[in-house]
């Protein structure tokens, strides 16, 4: 299947610190999502994304759709310890039997020292 | 309130045991998932179903099977064919028209006695 390659696989940083992510993928997707999991519990999503260039914001999440369709960036600013977790990319091509499957990519794990 | 409820919480099995994962959601939404997440990967589908009695194969189908007899359930078994069954199992659903996210259950952790 289709691979999401995001990076960095881990992140070790002081509260207050910004936090960038990214996944970049062979092909084009028409979405882009971006989920929160903590330990133990399902994904939660974040931020979706529906069109190229599109830029979103979540509280102190922004996330973009890159104009290529082919990567997605999501940023956190001033952390917090509640922030821990591991956060995954997703894209979604839609269409046919392919119609709301989303490729994952393999999680970003964020721990945040206070 | 409305949402996906996945049970058991956590589940053990005997080698050459068949078990079977509940999935069931009240969101009113066509589409369900499985996934299946190893640490340090991220999540491989299983199976999925768009509309009840109609059911897809994912990326890693091999050992498991599905059912969708009714809109709210899509309980997965995994048989004893699956020869590395320990991970935690997530259940998802979504709205079947474009670019409609997929919302997740809680997941079940299945382990080996």
């Known amino acids: 299947g289709q691979q999401l390659n995001q990076s960095p696989q881990s992140m070790f940083i002081q509260e207050g610190e910004d936090v960038s992510m990214n996944c970049t993928s062979s092909?084009?997707?028409?979405?882009w999502l971006w989920y929160k999991q903590d330990p133990g519990e399902g994904p939660v999503l974040l931020i979706a994304?529906?069109?190229?260039?599109e830029l979103t914001s979540n509280g102190r999440l922004t996330a973009q759709f890159g104009i290529t369709r082919k990567d997605s960036f999501l940023n956190i600013s001033a952390s917090i310890p509640s922030d821990v977790g591991i956060y995954f990319c997703?894209?979604?091509?839609?269409?046919?039997?392919?119609?709301?499957?989303?490729?994952f990519g393999q999680g970003t794990i964020l721990t945040v020292h206070p | 309130d409305g949402g996906i409820t996945q049970s058991p919480k956590y589940l053990f099995r005997k080698e050459g045991q068949n078990v079977t994962l509940s999935c069931e959601q009240n969101?009113?939404?066509?589409?369900m998932y499985w996934y299946r997440q190893d640490p340090g990967q991220g999540l491989r589908l299983i199976y999925y179903?768009?509309?009840?009695?109609?059911?897809q194969k994912g990326d890693i189908a091999e050992g498991y099977s599905v059912s969708r007899e009714k809109k709210e359930s899509f309980p997965l078994t995994v048989t004893s064919a699956q020869k590395n069954p320990t991970a935690f199992y997530l259940c998802?659903?979504?709205?079947?028209?474009?670019?409609?996210?997929?919302?997740f259950g809680d997941g079940t952790r299945l382990s080996i006695l």
């Open positions: 969101l009113n939404h066509d589409a």
């Open positions: 092909s084009i997707f028409n979405t």
């Open positions: 998802a659903s979504s709205i079947l028209t474009a670019n409609q996210p997929q919302h």
């Open positions: 994304l529906y069109k190229a260039g």
């Open positions: 997703a894209g979604q091509i839609g269409g046919g039997t392919s119609y709301g499957k989303l490729t």
């Open positions: 179903s768009q509309i009840v009695n109609d059911f």
